[in-house]
């Protein structure tokens, strides 16, 4: 590898430190080194898709809430992501700043492996006849907008009737996503390297509410019927945390799994399972 992108939160790098060591330490051993900020749309249009279609790598500076922003800008490209961590659990990230130089030097020598992981595709369609379409690397969440109230939610697998969650919100989450607003909610960890897709209720009005686990293969809708009495349900629909849209009784969102995977570098021999009860000690 010889081509870096650098990906830097400015909020968590102060003074651009990390940055600045990582591009030495690549810059001193002949590599390119391209950097921008992990601000909303950071990446433009001249520098993307051209500009960065040479890029072999692009090193994260953050949590995972800027890994999410990036993956959502590179999409397209599926350039493999090397994360360090400068947040807090950083579940995808793989570096800690104390170890960079140890980890470039393992890269630059290819002593590497990649990790595909799945996406969510989500498709929303209004009453009005408007549609949306978004990803997702963590999770589509439909959710309640404005008053504090239980809202009603119908889900349909494969266009058969699931059930009706009477809930805050509901969770559609891929394995990555499970240790995110999935694991608040009470869902099940899953690997981050398997296919599945994970439904979780937020707040649920009831005592003996459980996740649902589909298969990837599967279509999941989320339909908004009426509120109590007729009403109007205003929703809102997030994706990844950042991309939103508001919807509203009569709107559909539908789920599936994308076509397209986010690409991981793995440096560690630390399992997942190693990683997380460590993770979960902090």
Not at 166 to 184: E, F, H, K, Q, R
Not at 213 to 238: H, K, T, Y
Request: aromatic residues 4%; proline residues 4%; charged residues 25%.
């Amino acid at each position: 590898m010889k081509h870096f992108l650098i990906y830097t939160n400015v909020h968590k790098d102060s003074g651009f430190a990390v940055t600045g060591r990582i591009c030495r330490f690549l810059r001193e051993r002949g590599c390119d080194v391209v950097t921008v900020t992990g601000e909303k749309n950071s990446l433009g249009e001249s520098d993307s898709p051209a500009a960065l279609e040479n890029v072999d790598c692009m090193l994260v500076l953050g949590g995972d809430g800027t890994i999410l922003r990036a993956v959502r800008e590179i999409r397209d490209l599926q350039i493999p992501i090397l994360g360090v961590n400068l947040g807090t659990l950083g579940f995808m990230t793989e570096v800690e700043p104390e170890h960079i130089e140890e980890a470039l030097t393992q890269v630059l020598a290819g002593d590497i492996a990649r990790q595909e992981r799945m996406m969510l595709r989500a498709a929303v369609e209004r009453k009005d006849g408007e549609n949306q379409e978004q990803w997702a690397l963590n999770d589509v969440v439909v959710s309640r907008r404005g008053s504090l109230q239980i809202n009603d939610f119908d889900i349909y697998v494969n266009d058969r009737f699931l059930k009706r969650y009477s809930a805050d919100g509901v969770i559609v989450s891929t394995p990555t996503g499970t240790t995110g607003y999935n694991l608040s909610a009470g869902g099940p960890i899953a690997a981050p390297d398997t296919r599945l897709m994970i439904i979780t209720p937020i707040c649920p009005h009831t005592l003996n509410q459980r996740s649902i686990i589909l298969s990837p293969e599967d279509r999941i809708v989320i339909e908004i019927p009426e509120g109590r009495e007729g009403g109007r349900q205003e929703m809102e629909a997030n994706f990844d945390g950042s991309g939103r849209t508001g919807m509203h009784t009569g709107d559909r969102i539908t789920i599936t799994r994308s076509e397209k995977e986010a690409v991981f570098l793995k440096l560690n021999k630390v399992s997942f399972l190693e990683n997380l009860r460590r993770k979960m000690k902090e």
